[in-house]
């Protein structure tokens, strides 16, 4: 009995494991090998590139805000699917941290380098996140509807310099850009502060006419959908890509691009607090507007196909003749530290998502984060961490080999009764029965306090999958990246060689079946290890040397009562 509980034990486990590393595989873009993968349903974007807007027919902006009825209110006859191919010129902003282009051609967003962040694809470059190249459309973008004509994303701009740069002794820096139609002055002024990847943007709507008028500013990200990785159990939910939806009331909303696809995105409409978000493995980029401003949320397909935005519109009121209307919003462009998300917005740092087990996952990370302020090196801090969990989980890993100590010593009984009544069931069941109440066993004890240990490592797994803290994090010598897996396979190896000591610590199962079920999942185990996170390695080897030594410990404690545990 013992051993076949010790055997579903790993059957559970060992599946569990085949599913975080088949997600794991697909995660880096390669096939699964358990599911057939589904054809992607988003197309490329099209012909885009820096500094240059095309449209294509029968495409509207958000809520009609370029297409509405001819001669209604607040019509506008500058529709998007009408503008022409124009050009504007391409301005630079930068900070300690951040680098942006922005086109004169709408002040659209449309290149975001972080300059602290290495490239996924080139570990010598920084990371790009928002672009405007082809195929790789990502962009933040601006404007105003509600008047007929009124400066837009496609609207052209002007600035009285090309490049605003930080520079030593000063904390912020700004780059203004202006257009003037339909008889509003609109300044955009957008402003960087040191080690900041916050983004302030000031709308000063001046209205020039003799009439008052009622605009509404609009802002939204627009990416294409491609190659876009969703949300999976094993994989984690933060390796999630796609929109998402805060508020106070329906807290955080992701929406899949495929839903928008088949207008089934649901999520909150209106609300006077919150922000939309583009979420992606590692990065994010989010507009969150003033607080206690009502505003209205919209997910949807873009002009070109494959393209999606998320964006919020926000009533800027009547603005009488000669007077102006000040927006001040901000727009966060850079990596998920959640400890920074937190102090931008309410709810921001949920972009780190753990799902169902973020009450183990939160303070799993805060604990790491505490412990690498300690050691100032993540790997040291998944050592300590390991070290922690296997002392909180030490009685009931007792409780568990005491367990299964008396469950061995009622073996000889138990396969007595077994051999009794090998012909009936249900009498083998009521001896059995029997049995452990007059031995006082749970038949479950010892598979219990084991069971609880799979949801921790599944936690702490989606701990190191979804914290940027980890990715390009250097722990000793050869492991450069706790988020990569080890390409010298050093871990991996030392790895097997604890998984085999620790099977060869507990007793041969006498059924030579599950005996070499058990070996063989030793080998299947070493192999998919080869391709986890480093960081995640790590953990598991402390993880098995700290087990021998505590099984060791336990064995002799309990022999010292009785107990023969060989």
């Known amino acids: 009995m013992m051993d076949t509980q010790r055997l579903v034990l790993w059957v559970i486990f060992s599946m569990s494991v085949l599913f975080l590393w088949d997600s794991w595989q697909k995660h880096n873009g390669k096939p699964s090998l358990l599911f057939s ?22 495409q509207t902006l958000p809520g009609n805000i370029n297409n509405v009825t001819p001669g209604s209110a607040g019509a506008s006859t500058r529709t998007e699917a009408a503008a022409p191919a124009l050009r504007g010129e391409v301005l630079s902003l930068s900070n300690d941290v951040l680098k942006l282009n922005i086109n004169t051609l709408g002040a659209v967003l449309e290149r975001a380098e972080l300059l602290k962040h290495k ?202 003749p000669g007077a102006k209307s000040e927006n001040d919003s901000l727009l966060w462009v850079g990596p998920q530290d959640q400890n920074a998300l937190a102090q931008i917005a309410p709810g921001l740092d949920l972009v780190v998502d753990y799902g169902f087990l973020t009450l183990l996952a939160k303070p799993m990370f805060h604990l790491l984060t505490w412990l690498h302020a300690l050691t100032g090196n993540w790997g040291w801090a998944i050592v300590l961490l390991t070290v922690i969990i296997k002392a909180i989980f030490y009685f009931p890993m007792v409780s568990s080999y005491k367990s299964m100590a008396k469950m061995k010593q009622v073996t000889p009984k138990m396969m007595a009764l077994r051999e009794k009544y090998a012909d009936d069931r249900m009498k083998l069941n009521q001896a059995m029965m029997e049995l452990y109440k007059t031995e006082k066993l749970n038949p479950l004890g010892g598979c219990l306090p084991v069971l609880i240990t799979i949801p921790v490592f599944l936690a702490l797994y989606w701990v190191l999958l979804g914290s940027v803290e980890m990715r390009y994090a250097p722990w000793i010598g050869w492991v450069k990246d706790l988020a990569s897996p080890d390409h010298l396979y050093i871990l991996p190896i030392i790895l097997a060689a604890t998984m085999w000591a620790q099977y060869k610590l507990n007793p041969v199962p006498p059924d030579p079946m599950q005996a070499r079920v058990l070996m063989v999942m030793q080998g299947v185990f070493a192999v998919m290890f080869l391709f986890f996170p480093a960081g995640l390695v790590l953990y598991y080897i402390v993880n098995n040397i700290l087990s021998i030594a505590q099984q060791k410990f336990i064995y002799m404690q309990l022999e010292k009562q009785g107990y023969s545990m060989r």
């Not at 701009?157 to 000063?170: I, Y």
Request: a positive charge; glycine letters at 8%.
């Open 37 to 58: 993968n589904p054809a992607t349903t988003t197309a490329k974007a099209g012909n885009g590139s820096a500094g240059v807007v095309s449209t294509q027919p029968g």
């Open 119 to 320: 490239s996924t694809q080139d570990p010598e470059k920084t990371l790009v996140l928002l672009d405007n190249s082809a195929g790789k459309v990502y962009v933040a973008e601006t404007g105003l509807f509600g008047v007929e004509g009124a400066p837009n994303h496609l609207s052209l701009f002007s600035a009285t310099q090309n490049n605003a740069q930080l520079v030593a002794g000063q904390q912020t820096v700004s780059l203004t850009l202006t257009a003037e139609s339909a008889n509003l002055r609109v300044n955009k002024i957008f402003t960087l502060k040191r080690g900041s990847y916050a983004i302030d943007l000031k709308t000063v709507v001046e209205n020039i006419s003799t009439q008052p008028v009622s605009p509404t500013l609009y802002m939204h990200l627009k990416r294409h959908g491609e190659s876009a990785s969703q949300a999976s159990f094993f994989a984690g939910p933060a390796v999630f890509t796609g929109p998402a939806v805060y508020t106070d009331s329906e807290k955080f909303q992701k929406i899949a691009f495929s839903d928008i696809d088949k207008d089934k995105a649901k999520f909150t409409k209106t609300a006077d607090n919150g922000w939309v978000a583009l979420v992606q493995h590692y990065f994010v980029s989010a507009w969150v507007p003033a607080p206690k401003v009502q505003r209205e949320y919209y997910a949807e397909k873009a002009a070109l196909p494959g393209e999606y935005r998320v964006g919020i519109k926000t009533p800027l009121g009547p603005i009488a």
